[in-house]
């Protein structure tokens, strides 16, 4: 069993910064891929960004180039560094993890909300 917990959403004006934090407890997050998701109201949960457990990462075109993935494994952190964000990024935002690095994710956080105003 992992437990995620996600902190540090909030609300920023447009070109804002915001960084959110996952804390994973119940095992080790070294050897998983992780992964941050978000869902806007009305929408489907999508696809944001992905750190393998060898630190190659992977983005949703949308956030390329403002968004970093990143990981410390010694402290079982993931977290999101947003940069110039969009109202566009407003939605809650979902840390998940995968056991088995598939692409299929097995445990998922409560969420965070971030909000980007014009």
């Known amino acids: 069993q992992v437990q995620l917990v996600e902190s540090g959403g909030g609300m920023v004006q447009t070109g804002g910064s915001l960084r959110l934090s996952c804390a994973a407890s119940g095992r080790t997050i070294n050897g998983l891929s992780m992964g941050w998701f978000r869902q806007a109201p009305g929408k489907e949960r999508i696809f944001v960004a992905r750190i393998s457990w060898r630190f190659n990462t992977r983005y949703t075109d949308s956030v390329e180039g403002r968004f970093t993935i990143s990981r410390d494994n010694t402290k079982n952190m993931v977290y999101l560094q947003m940069n110039n964000l969009k109202p566009e990024d407003t939605a809650v935002y979902y840390c998940?993890?995968?056991?088995?690095?598939?692409?299929?994710?097995?445990?998922w956080g409560q969420g965070t909300q971030v909000t980007v105003s014009s």
């Open positions: 998940a993890a995968d056991l088995k690095n598939d692409n299929a994710w097995d445990y």
